[in-house]
């Protein structure tokens, strides 16, 4: 079965620094797919990048950069210039490959950016 | 309206109680989903529909319902749920292609439950 593992239950920086969120994985597939998803006080579970393991270019979206590394199954979620909005817990998620829909959420990692 | 929303946001249930959670998604998906978010454990899938018709049902208790009348809808009906039930209950949404591809769940705000 895959798992997903956050190890960092709490991470707190100051704003406008940069801070990166840890993601380990254990599947034996080869083609899936991975996520990191932001919920906030409000509980709205928001996409914040997604990485196709068969693509070997990290993602990016704005502040928001993944290093992905397939061979030790790590996949890193890097946010710089940390903004007070970007206060919230980060959920690292994996879905399997071709044709599945179960996503597997890791434990959470609560973050929280000072002024 | 935008996105997946949920009714209501929160729900308070005594034990013998009928209740319904409701989902709606405005994303033009074909495909939604269940989950449940308990206190200090990871979210968990619950039931997954693909046009219209169940095709997971990942060991849910017969006390949780589910029901599909169509593509942009989902239920959830509640009835003698106990304490430990208590939990964000999230809607999800995406599209699911002829030729397997998985595209990118979209999530609702959720429903909190609490059982009395």
């Known amino acids: 079965a895959q798992t997903v593992t956050q190890s960092q239950p709490e991470m707190s920086v100051q704003e406008a620094e940069t801070v990166t969120l840890s993601c380990t994985y254990d599947?034996?597939?080869?083609?899936?797919?991975l996520f990191w998803y932001k919920q906030p006080p409000s509980r709205q579970m928001i996409l914040v990048i997604r990485?196709?393991?068969?693509?070997?270019q990290n993602a990016t979206e704005n502040r928001f950069s993944v290093n992905f590394q397939k061979a030790a199954k790590s996949f890193s979620l890097k946010i710089s210039d940390s903004q007070l909005g970007d206060t919230a817990m980060y959920f690292c998620?994996?879905?399997?490959?071709?044709?599945?829909?179960?996503?597997?959420f890791g434990q959470g990692t609560r973050l929280t950016i000072n002024p | 309206e935008t996105g997946v929303t949920q009714t209501p946001r929160h729900l308070v249930m005594g034990m013998t109680n009928k209740k319904s959670l409701k989902c709606e998604q405005h994303?033009?998906?074909?495909?939604m989903y269940w989950y449940k978010q308990s206190a200090k454990k990871p979210l968990e899938l619950m039931f997954v529909?693909?046009?219209?018709?169940?095709?997971e049902n990942n060991s849910v208790p017969s006390r949780f319902s589910p029901e599909c009348p169509n593509s942009s809808h989902l239920f959830l009906h509640l009835h003698t749920l106990q304490p430990e039930d208590s939990a964000l209950y999230l809607c999800?949404?995406?599209?699911?292609?002829?030729?397997?591809?998985?595209?990118?769940?979209?999530f609702g705000p959720g429903t909190r439950l609490t059982v009395l």
């Open positions: 994303l033009g998906h074909n495909a």
């Open positions: 998620a994996f879905m399997n490959g071709w044709g599945a829909q179960k996503l597997v």
């Open positions: 529909y693909n046009f219209k018709e169940q095709t």
């Open positions: 599947t034996s597939e080869n083609n899936y797919y």
């Open positions: 999800a949404s995406s599209q699911v292609s002829g030729g397997g591809y998985t595209d990118t769940q979209y």
């Open positions: 990485q196709e393991a068969y693509k070997q």
